[in-house]
DNA sequence: CGCATTAACTTAACATGTTAAGTATCTCCG
DNA sequence: CGGAGATACTTAACATGTTAAGTTAATGCG
């Protein structure tokens, strides 16, 4: 463990706080960043032994669980941006992990679909990725996880309402 | 080409469900980034009004909290990974908004601190910054709000122990 | 000393986040 | 029917996340 931290003889008389604000390291940004990350650090070795990034791992469970999905669909599913799902679509394909066709009723739309080699690959991701989460859930508690995931929820939802800037988003 | 289930819309469809996992849209880690999601959202705007960015904010409110720190230190404070930092101190420093020395004791080591101009800025992000997070804490609950940052720190500290970087965890 | 090792950053390379602009297609109204 | 506007993506441009490699300065040890 790095102990250091030994402070280097500088000057004294802090000139710092000149702007007052709550303790940085309690904002819920940060609390909410340093929780997912800490989540993140178990399952991302696993992950990159198998050639996935998080996020291309968020797309084919998503597709894994239906029969095919439009691009704007998959993305609310994945919760990804259009742009980096376009990309990450492009990636996958190339790797035949995906199919994609053009939808015949409307050609704006393309069907994404997980390959069979997509499938192969989930199944040998999948249960170290489950043994993982059952080990994050046995230190951490059952309970309290169902409880945390209902708070993030709430949390969600109340400024859901009063979402940033344009809150027109139908179909829901 | 055997189809495997009747999709009127096109043609063959690939089987879906083939590996079995808990349900995506509940995973952990879905519901701490859609979290962290909802409530960055309500601070974007006003710091891209000052042109900031999430991590240049975090920067600023860092140094701005302590007279000087080292980069690997800012790092820790502001969690970002050196590589990160490196970049945005560089461009800050373009930005005249922090100031760099090289420490007399150890060459290698260089002290950041947050110049006047940088002071400046976040003395005029900070009263809507605060009310921001006022405003979320309203209509979340103070309470609840405590609550929700309690568990997410036991969350880290239960994940910490076995923090997967260089924690042998390899056969996980 | 001399040299291997370590430490503190920085660069590089690739992938994604974020916003804006572009492209092709579809809808609808006049 | 025809063009304006809406839709569904895709590209582009810039900033950050993530890992690996490079650079320079300090340390340890024979």
Do not use: C
Not at 54 to 64: F, N, S
């Amino acid at each position: 463990m790095t102990k250091k931290t030994a402070d280097p003889a500088n000057g004294s008389a802090p000139a710092a706080r000149q702007v007052p604000m709550r303790d940085f390291s309690r904002s819920l940004p940060m609390s909410l960043l340093r929780a997912r990350e800490a989540v993140m650090r178990q399952f991302r070795p696993s992950l990159r032994e198998h050639g996935l990034t998080e996020q291309q791992w968020r797309i084919l469970r998503a597709l894994a669980s239906i029969e095919a999905a439009e691009v704007t669909e998959l993305a609310r599913m994945a919760f990804l941006l259009g742009p980096s799902l376009s990309r990450i679509l492009r990636d996958l394909e190339a790797r035949n992990l995906i199919e994609r066709k053009t939808a015949k009723a409307d050609q704006r739309r393309s069907m994404v679909s997980i390959s069979k080699e997509g499938v192969k690959l989930m199944a040998s991701v999948a249960p170290t990725s489950e043994a993982i989460y059952a080990e994050i859930t046995r230190r951490f508690g059952a309970r309290k996880l169902a409880e945390l995931q209902e708070m993030l929820g709430e949390l969600e939802r109340s400024l859901g309402e009063l979402g940033g800037a344009d809150e027109t988003i139908a179909g829901e």
